[in-house]
């Protein structure tokens, strides 16, 4: 049972993040897809690697310390720079963790990160941005029309990138709709926002027909009633069992219940609770 759990929130780890596992020495032992899509490295050539070979020599030295500190008990949480194929950079927020053996020995490095790629070029470009207009508003200050064009500019360039952002946003659903598990997401007062092709496919109903709904038209009054995981899933005031793969009921527009597993997330954001169900 506690191999099937951890089995199932290795799964979802897989599913958000790009994993891969070094030996202490650096030496690469073992990566998801994701990992090997983040660095347009194939298996073959990734296998001879190490984790010291996707930092430039600027920030060698300070990787090394920070590696060692690793090695030596002290997780790691931060945005890193990387060199990856082609001395391309791309930036990740990264999780470096110690995993011992049942000796106390350290026998692996995980590692754990999120392409934050576009959001860094994005705070990069605003800062930039910042700066040049800084140096225009000293060269303007007696100017306010031309410094007011200016800021108007800016603005512009702005909202742009923020549509920008919008359309990384769309992509990353569509990605989520090809994916074979079903995935549900709800906000914190229950209603569903996300419904993916899975889902569809499991349920019987369409997109249309449940996005906005309260997650409990896909469970009957029974299942609420006697399962305490689903309670607890569709209930506003109630905890979620979050982080534990269960076996539950669903009901389907046909009428028919079946079981699946499932296995619920949550994420805040300022103080507001979403949770997707991966089934």
């Avoid at 952002?165 to 926002?193: C, F, M, P, W, Y």
């Avoid at 793969?245 to 669903?250: A, F, G, L, S």
């Amino acid at each position: 049972k506690q191999s099937l759990d951890y089995e199932g929130q290795i799964s979802a780890l897989n599913l958000a993040n790009v994993k891969a596992e070094y030996a202490p020495s650096g030496k690469f032992i073992a990566c998801n897809d994701k990992f090997l899509e983040s660095i347009d490295y194939t298996m073959e050539e990734v296998a001879e690697t190490s984790i010291f070979d996707f930092f430039t020599e600027d920030s060698h030295a300070n990787f090394d310390e920070l590696w060692n500190s690793v090695v030596n008990g002290m997780p790691f949480q931060g945005a890193l720079s990387v060199s990856i194929k082609n001395k391309k950079v791309k930036w990740f927020q990264m999780t470096f963790m110690a995993v011992n053996n049942m000796y106390g020995e350290v026998d692996k490095i995980l590692v754990l990160a999120l392409d934050i790629t576009d959001q860094k070029e994005l705070e990069m470009k605003i800062s930039e941005q910042n700066r040049i207009l800084k140096v225009q508003e000293e060269k303007l200050r007696n100017s306010e029309e031309e410094l007011q064009k200016r800021l108007e500019d800016a603005k512009r360039e702005l909202r742009t990138h923020f549509k920008e952002i919008e359309k990384s946003k769309i992509r990353h659903e569509k990605t989520l709709q090809g994916v074979l598990d079903a995935i549900v997401s709800i906000n914190q007062n229950g209603i569903i926002d996300f419904f993916n092709k899975a889902a569809e496919d499991l349920w019987g109903y369409s997109r249309d027909q449940v996005v906005g709904q309260h997650v409990k038209m896909l469970f009957n009054n029974e299942i609420i009633e006697n399962d305490d995981f689903v309670s607890r899933f569709v209930s506003v005031d109630k905890d979620k069992i979050v982080g534990e793969r269960r076996e539950v009921c669903i009901a389907q527009k046909s009428g028919d219940t079946t079981q699946v597993l499932m296995l619920l997330s949550d994420a805040t954001v300022e103080k507001e609770h979403s949770y997707t169900a991966f089934i």
